[in-house]
């Protein structure tokens, strides 16, 4: 079996595996965990998501000449929508827009949409490079300003005693062993985590924040959730170990920065504006090789992390 093929079931494994989870949390969620968000809101998310991805689909495989990815028998349909499951469900989990779906919807439209609008050219083929589910919540945060996030309190508010150690617990195993046998994104959560605890000393030192104050979010489901599951997309991080911990770090450096400039929300936008970067060095790089092909002299620059 070559590489590449082993890369593609790898990754579809991940992503059947992080589905399965991701469903299993938002359920327990709304039944036991106390998820303050209406049962609508996941569905209307996985509405929108679904449908933006099929409609998507559809006008890109006319685009290019070739069938739809979801035509085919079992399980093609159920894999395509795989990214689609995991963005609805957790800009629905992550947000909190009271009462209102709008947002929620938003989210998810803009989540799926990134894929396919914001992509770069590389090897012969193109990528997204936008976290879709980050984006969608970025961008959300962004044109409502009254939407919030969901407060880390509503994971573990119905669970007492041990119950508040094994859910963490759980995240941390599962996510441990995904990011390790599947997505091997080990060095990129090492990078994050250890300049992230760098950024909360130099804060404290710099400008006198409270270290353990500061740390603190570390201590949180969301920041598990976001370390395990999201900061780690295969799809849109480096994979090489140099560059997944440049990129770790780097996020950790943003949201240090944005702390320290009292910016809200800084762990979401920090990943946005490490994304950009990331895409603005891949379209450069594309660029360079694209002149280098036509025999246009170009200077060398090296090869980017992914």
């Not at 028998?73 to 957790?90: K, T």
């Not at 997309?233 to 480096?238: E, N, S, V």
Request: aromatic letters at 12%; charged letters at 10%.
């Amino acid at each position: 079996m070559s590489a590449t093929v082993v890369k593609k079931d790898l990754r579809l494994t991940a992503l059947r595996r992080f589905a399965i989870a991701i469903t299993t949390l938002n359920v327990l969620g709304h039944t036991v965990l106390g998820f303050e968000q209406a049962w609508a809101t996941p569905l209307v998310a996985l509405f929108a998501a679904y449908s933006t991805e099929i409609l998507l689909e559809l006008f890109e495989s006319r685009r290019t000449g070739r069938p739809p990815r979801f035509l085919g028998g079992f399980p093609a349909p159920v894999d395509f929508l795989l990214s689609a499951h995991i963005s609805g469900l957790a800009v629905s989990m992550l947000l909190y827009a009271n009462d209102r779906l709008l947002p929620v919807a938003f989210a998810a439209v803009t989540a799926i949409g990134s894929k396919y609008l914001f992509r770069v050219g590389t090897n012969g083929h193109s990528r997204h490079f936008f976290n879709p589910s980050n984006l969608g919540i970025t961008l959300t945060l962004l044109a409502f300003p009254w939407v919030g996030i969901a407060q880390p309190y509503m994971f573990t508010e119905k669970l007492t005693g041990v119950g508040d150690w094994i859910l963490p617990g759980i995240i941390v195993c599962t996510g441990s062993f995904l990011n390790a046998k599947l997505t091997k994104r080990v060095p990129l959560i090492l990078g994050w985590l250890g300049a992230f605890v760098l950024q909360a000393v130099v804060r404290h030192f710099l400008f006198g924040n409270l270290l353990l104050a500061s740390l603190n979010p570390m201590t949180g489901v969301a920041f598990l959730l976001f370390t395990f599951y999201m900061v780690t997309d295969p799809a849109t991080t480096p994979s090489s170990v140099r560059g997944q911990v440049a990129f770790g770090a780097s996020v950790a450096a943003a949201y240090g920065v944005l702390m320290a400039s009292h910016v809200v929300f800084g762990l979401f936008f920090a990943l946005t504006s490490v994304c950009i970067l990331r895409g603005v060095q891949m379209q450069a790089q594309a660029w360079l090789a694209r002149r280098a092909e036509m025999g246009v002299p170009v200077p060398a620059v090296a090869e980017p992390g992914s």
